[in-house]
């Protein structure tokens, strides 16, 4: 699978990056037909401490692309949370592909 980076008024990090990759490499292993992961950082104006650190994530296969972004105080907290919404969204496509066969 393709990842690619992206940050929006956020300093590019490595260790942020292997943790995406991590993170992704099971999604890949786990959903074959995955192609393209497309994974961006960003800061929002927040009052909030526990808010402003958004990371989301679109994923590319057949068909049409998924999407999910979270925010929360930690970017490492808000990828984990995105990756998890784009699985479920995963899940039911694998789910309805498995009917149509």
């Known amino acids: ?26 999604l890949g292993d786990k959903y074959q037909f995955v192609h393209r992961a497309d994974v961006f950082f960003k800061l929002e ?10 990371a989301g994530l679109r994923v590319s296969m057949p068909g049409p692309r998924l999407f999910a972004e979270h925010s929360s105080a930690e970017f490492h907290g808000s990828l984990k949370t995105a990756i998890g919404e784009v699985e479920k969204q995963l899940r039911k496509k694998k789910e309805k592909m498995q009917e149509h066969h």
């Open 45 to 54: 104006n927040t009052s909030s401490d526990e808010t402003g650190k958004i």
């Open 1 to 26: 699978m393709e990842i690619i980076f992206e940050y929006h008024d956020v300093t590019a990090s490595t260790e942020l990056e292997n943790f995406a990759k991590e993170q992704l490499q099971k």
